[in-house]
């Protein structure tokens, strides 16, 4: 477990939106994974309840998605396999998530290519 939680990088900032300031946090991991797989356990939803929680809803750019017993909201952006944008509504407060995925060299993957990097 303890590995697990080291595997991961996060950082805490500030930037300006169009509303003005805005905290942000920043956690992302490397997976020893082809970018497609990371993008398929980011967005399956059959894969997701695996590394978080069950998801309904219609999981494309436009829809609506709920997780079971948390937040819900709309995925804004969808760019197989680069990346999506959503809301995070709960209650009445509402955050905003990017995800990219950047390619990252992977010398020790063993297909020789790149790992997803999911932030």
Not at 12 to 26: C, D, H, K, M
Not at 33 to 42: G, S
Not at 91 to 109: C, K, L, Q, T
Request: aromatic share 6%.
């Amino acid at each position: 477990m303890t590995e697990q939680v080291s595997a991961v990088r996060r950082e805490v900032g500030g930037r300006v939106l169009e509303a003005g300031q805005a905290r942000v946090v920043t956690v992302s991991r490397s997976y020893p994974a082809e970018l497609a797989d990371v993008w398929d356990a980011c967005t399956n939803p059959e894969r997701i309840p695996r590394w978080f929680l069950p998801v309904s809803g219609e999981l494309k750019e436009g829809g609506r998605y709920q997780l079971e017993g948390n937040a819900g909201g709309t995925i804004t952006r969808c760019d197989p396999p680069h990346g999506f944008d959503a809301t995070w509504e709960m209650g009445s407060d509402m955050s905003w998530i990017e995800r990219p995925d950047r390619p990252v060299p992977a010398p020790d993957h063993p297909a020789g290519g790149e790992s997803g990097q999911g932030g």
